[in-house]
């Protein structure tokens, strides 16, 4: 498989070079040892590999981003390779943190793309971590929703530093088997009913602009005095401080909860398995996140960066991967896209832009709120009153 | 010997000492300036730190005692009791952490989850009722740290306990000792450099643990260990991380001093070498 | 070597002296009370225990480890087309394999140099090796990382053998000592005065005696190496996944049970490994010498 593969990309390599050969009139006596393995190479390929369009052969794209979040799946790294002549290669980060941990620590120079959450643009620009996009060299920024590209938090001195892909909420989840009507409001978390059967999202943005939304107050500058008495509050109600989707979904399953915050794409994909999971936005709005593509400061591959952003934000990539049901794929930020979902695939990845207005989506934080919010939640789930 | 003491300062030594000034500077990162304001921070809040301290030591304890008096009678089984394949049965033990730890984590998971296989036999012989679960407790993080730091300590003991020489013990027969008399004042004092040695290798690495809390012990689930990796994975606070780290070090040190002392009063003279 | 009478040992002199040491011991070993072995199958039964889930779960359909059982092998299927987890996976144990041989090597050396040099300076070694214990791993990456950014070498293969060695060395060091504190050095003396030369002494009347200590170690540096995800996140060359960096990072999607496969095929082979070495080691008829060696190190 794994020869197989290689043989592969090596074929691809040399059609490559044979493409600049035949381009340069006076590099004939170069690649005359490389013409009787071409030969048996072409015989491996197809012929739709056309020369004009691999002009990135031998270059090797590193992208920065989670495990499993699309853009690893083979037919993404596989279209990208066949369009492009060029090898990805993956780095993994387990947090929004540690993505840029790896920047800081070696990974400038090194990486060319990845895929931060909104809310870190603006401390990575700060930092000097990424450069402005080229919006000539992404055709496919126009299907993207213009609410999306309007948003401040992509822009430093009127320059565009992120490309939206997918976006998604943390909504209300609920075991359907022990709900009689869905719920509509955040109070479920706080009701004595469900005590020791909340499962709550240990991540202080999301656990302080929840209880924001729930207060009534602005879940993008809460006052933090209210939001701690109320996440105290709710403490006896919650059994888990769930950290990854598979802590949900093995507490959901087993019934050691019942109720509380989850990610949509997850809860869609539990739905489609057929677990009994409700979800729902409800009537105070929710917490919603948009993921977008930037290009690393010092990318040694700046152009191929830019051909894999408007690969990973086109519709083509996109619809494949919502109709993937093993992809994982949260809602796509393409327009085109989501009108070409199955209703299956939508109904999955929970693809439903008109709940972005029900949405406060997570924007920037300076590194003092950041501090503050992670301290709070810290005493909160250490039982400090 | 020279270049293993070498290696030692150079990859040990020197990032300790950074560990050391880190924990003076002004956050975020490491570039900030001398100030010691994360110490007054973590002073600023002893309820949370104090408590998630004692949280961790008691945990490390609790688990380190827990492998001693399981690891102890294995490690005679496997040195007195065993013929010829010793080694096979140390490997045996070992083996199963070839895996993710994160994988084992989550079988005690599926054991101990309600109406698992644990919990329905507990249920079965009258331990438990139903619907009863040890998930999310802090004796899941207990029982998990016990069980991932077992085969540290059989080893740790098991390299003790081979060198007591029989003859020793015919000795203490021959004048007169009884079995507990012998286990307690020839065979437990010899085995207590392998005591410590277990004790240093489990409790360390137990008082700092927080995966297996996070995952299994539910709303009892935050560690110092925990604080720790949070103010570096979630606000690049290094500095605050580094002094924290530098109060568990020094913390785990104290109390490992502490009962090394006495375990030398248990057992006078057991700690220092025959020569 | 302890039990192995028909072992042939190349000094004569060396042979008496451990013969010596070790006869009165051999009567006493051979009795296998029941007591002791039905507990030690006990601390294995719970030892396997979650490992017998993993096995479990490796062959269920559900993705979230959820019952009822329901047969399959797609997760060997998925993990057999899974090249990242498998080229991981061969990563992961060329550097455990590496690390625990040389932490093995150069730890046996600094506990000598602790017991029978050092003396007076063996407490300050015993706190630093204490404290390089101590330190959270996730602290010691990131400062191992900064100081080799200082000094320009930044991430690589050997950053990363380096950092994993000094990580599981602490251990090996502890537990040797641990045997060798007590060891007298008096058989040495004996079979120096015999003729033998101090290094022939060493391979042939101390090494055998700590030599379970030794391979107590090493496995403990394998595991501890194989497991340690700080080191290798923040060391390894990027692009160079070990398996728990390939593990610990499903964080989004939750991890699929073809890992679960991975385990099981693991152990797999590890206990095959054992048993495969015992079936040898007591084939009687066969080669003398090999099957001396191996109950050398496995007796």
């Excluded at chain 1, 929840?210 to 996440?231: I, Q």
């Excluded at chain 1, 152009?303 to 619809?319: G, N, P, Q, T």
């Excluded at chain 3, 101390?206 to 496995?219: D, F, Q, R, S």
């Excluded at chain 3, 590890?270 to 495969?276: E, M, Q």
Aim: charged share 20%; proline share 5%; net charge negative.
């Amino acid at each position: 498989m794994v020869t197989r593969r290689w043989a592969y990309l090596l074929a691809l390599a040399l059609l490559g070079a044979l493409a600049l050969a035949g381009c340069a009139e006076d590099a004939g006596e170069a690649t005359d040892d490389d013409a009787t393995e071409e030969d048996a190479a072409v015989d491996e390929t197809e012929d739709d590999v056309g020369d004009a369009e691999q002009p990135f052969a031998g270059e090797t794209l590193t992208v920065l981003n989670w495990n499993d979040y699309g853009s690893d799946q083979d037919y993404a790294i596989e279209g990208f390779e066949e369009r492009t002549g060029a090898t990805v290669r993956h780095v993994y980060h387990s947090s929004g943190e540690e993505l840029r941990e790896i920047l800081r620590t070696g990974g400038i120079g090194e990486i060319d793309v990845t895929n931060p959450n909104f809310s870190f643009l603006q401390q990575m620009v700060d930092e000097g971590m990424l450069q402005p996009l080229d919006e000539s060299q992404l055709d496919n920024l126009d299907d993207v929703y213009d609410d999306f590209l309007a948003s401040e938090d992509l822009y430093a001195d009127g320059e565009l530093y992120g490309a939206p892909w997918v976006w998604g909420s943390t909504g209300l989840t609920y075991n359907t088997e022990h709900f009689d009507e869905e719920p509509t409001s955040w109070e479920v978390l706080w009701d004595p009913e469900w005590e020791g059967q909340v499962g709550f999202m240990d991540s202080p943005i999301e656990a302080i602009m929840l209880a924001a939304l729930y207060l009534g107050d602005d879940p993008h500058d809460p006052d933090l005095d209210a939001v701690r008495e109320a996440l105290v509050e709710m403490r006896p109600n919650v059994e888990l401080y769930w950290g990854s989707s598979d802590d949900w979904t093995r507490a959901f399953t087993t019934e050691a909860i019942s109720v509380g915050n989850f990610w949509a794409g997850d809860a869609g994909s539990m739905m489609a398995e057929g677990e009994p999971v409700g979800y729902t936005i409800p009537e105070e709005g929710a917490v919603g996140w948009i993921d977008a593509w930037t290009v690393v400061a010092d990318a040694p591959n700046p152009e191929l960066a830019h051909a894999w952003i408007d690969w990973m934000i086109s519709e083509d990539f996109l619809v494949e991967w919502g109709e993937d049901p093993a992809g994982n794929a949260p809602a796509p930020a393409n327009e085109r896209a989501q009108e070409q979902l199955s209703d299956e695939a939508r109904e999955r990845i929970q693809a439903f832009p008109e709940q972005v207005e029900d949405l406060a989506i997570m924007g920037a934080l300076t590194q003092e709120e950041q501090q503050a919010y992670t301290d709070l939640l810290a005493e909160v789930k250490a039982g400090v009153q | 010997m020279l270049p293993s003491g070498l290696l030692l300062v150079a990859l040990v030594v020197a990032p300790l000492g950074l560990l050391v000034y880190f924990g003076l500077l002004s956050g975020p990162g490491v570039d900030g300036r001398v100030t010691g304001e994360e110490w007054g921070r973590i002073a600023g809040q002893p309820e949370l730190y104090g408590r998630l301290l004692l949280r961790s030591l008691g945990l490390g304890l609790a688990a380190t005692a827990l492998t001693i008096v399981v690891a102890w009678p294995t490690a005679w089984a496997l040195s007195r009791h065993v013929r010829r394949v010793r080694a096979l049965y140390l490997a045996l033990v070992i083996i199963p952490h070839l895996t993710s730890s994160l994988l084992l984590i989550y079988a005690m998971y599926v054991l101990i989850a309600p109406g698992g296989p644990l919990m329905a036999a507990l249920v079965g012989v009258g331990l438990a009722g139903a619907g009863d679960s040890l998930l999310f407790t802090r004796w899941a993080v207990l029982l998990m740290l016990a069980y991932l730091f077992l085969p540290f300590m059989v080893i740790a003991l098991y390299a003790a306990v081979e060198r007591i020489d029989d003859t020793v013990l015919d000795a203490a027969r021959s004048l007169g000792a009884g079995s507990w008399q012998r286990f307690r004042h020839v065979v437990l004092p010899l085995t207590a450099p392998g005591m410590l040695a277990g004790l240093v290798i489990v409790f360390t690495p137990a008082a700092g643990a927080f995966v297996e809390a996070q995952i299994l012990g539910g709303t009892d689930g935050m560690m110092f260990g925990t604080l720790i990796s949070e103010q570096v994975s979630r606000v690049n606070n290094q500095p605050r991380a580094a002094a924290m780290s530098v109060i568990l070090l020094v913390s785990i040190l104290m109390l490992l001093g502490g009962l090394r002392w006495g375990l030398r009063r248990a057992f006078p003279g057991a700690l220092r070498a025959r020569r | 070597m302890a039990t192995t009478t028909e072992a042939p040992t190349a000094h004569p002199g060396a042979d008496t002296a451990l013969d010596a040491a070790d006869a009165p011991r051999r009567s006493v070993r051979r009795r296998g009370r029941p007591g002791w072995l039905a507990w030690l199958w006990l601390v294995l039964g719970i030892v396997y225990t979650p490992v017998a889930v993993v096995i479990v779960l490796s062959f269920n359909a559900s993705r979230y480890g959820t019952l009822p059982f329901q047969p399959t092998t797609q997760w060997y299927a998925a993990l057999a087309s899974n090249d990242a987890l498998i080229a991981a996976t061969g990563r992961s144990i060329v550097l455990s394999t590496t690390v625990a041989l040389a932490a093995a090597l150069l730890g046996t050396a600094l506990a000598l140099w602790i017991v029978r040099v050092a003396q007076r300076g063996a407490t300050v070694f015993t706190v630093l090796l204490t404290t390089a214990i101590t330190v959270p791993w996730l602290i010691l990456a990131v400062a191992m990382l900064l100081v080799a950014n200082a000094v320009g070498l930044g991430r690589g293969l050997g950053l990363l053998f380096l950092g994993s060695l000094a990580v599981a060395l602490p251990y090996v060091v502890l537990v040797v000592v641990a045997r060798l504190q007590g060891l007298g050095t008096e058989l040495e003396d004996a079979a120096r005065s015999l003729g033998a030369r101090p290094i022939t002494a060493f391979r042939l009347v101390t090494l055998p005696l700590i030599a379970k200590a030794v391979l107590g170690g090493t496995l403990l540096a394998f595991v501890i190496t194989f497991n340690n995800f700080p080191i290798h996140f923040f060391l390894a060359p990027f692009g160079y996944n070990t398996l728990p960096m390939e593990i610990y990072t499903f964080v989004l999607s939750g991890y699929d049970p073809d890992i679960n496969a991975l385990a099981t095929v693991l152990i797999g082979v590890a206990v095959t490994v054992g048993l495969v070495l015992l079936a040898v080691a007591r084939r009687r008829g066969g080669d003398r010498t090999a099957a001396a060696g191996i109950e050398e190190v496995w007796g």
